[in-house]
């Protein structure tokens, strides 16, 4: 399974639209080469180098048939499809791009999608760690990584 994004340039950085220093606003996904007998998708965007994979966006719900996820997802619970978003690390529904300390080094941050061989309920809008628990038995996962380190801005 590949997934691609216009969020993550050719040298592997996230691209500054999707982060709170530009637009703040979900990227652009495609993916293909799905394996038989996926069920449906779910997808987490975290930062992996943050100890608990404080998480940027939680999506799932996602139906088989959808290869495809548009750029600038509004922050609402259902989505066409029946598509679901849950809580990002900061308690909110949705996306919710990086945006590290200006003082700090490059971070690494993943979008991963979950092919599922069974969809599990869930009724409420799970956190980064209650989706994974419930999707875990279920998962094949494919990742994208992209670092961002924001500018420095020097008052002249």
Not at 22 to 28: L, R
Not at 43 to 52: F, G
Not at 54 to 70: E, K, R, Y
Not at 100 to 108: C, F, L, N, V, Y
């Amino acid at each position: 399974m590949e997934l691609f994004t216009d969020a993550i340039d050719e040298k592997g950085f996230f691209d500054p639209r999707y982060t709170c220093d530009v637009d703040n606003s979900s990227p652009e996904l495609r993916w293909r080469d799905t394996p038989e007998g996926t069920a449906g998708f779910a997808l987490i965007a975290e930062d992996i180098d943050d100890p608990n994979h404080f998480a940027h966006w939680v999506v799932f719900g996602i139906p088989a048939a959808v290869l495809h996820l548009p750029a600038g997802i509004p922050p609402q619970e259902t989505l066409p499809n029946g598509i679901r978003q849950g809580l990002n690390g900061w308690g909110k529904l949705g996306y919710s791009g990086p945006c590290p300390s200006a003082r700090a080094q490059a971070r690494t941050y993943v979008l991963r999608l979950f092919a599922l061989g069974s969809v599990p309920t869930i009724s409420h809008r799970p956190t980064r760690d209650e989706l994974v628990e419930a999707i875990s038995p279920h998962v094949l996962a494919i990742a994208a990584r992209g670092r961002y380190q924001r500018s420095i801005q020097i008052a002249g």
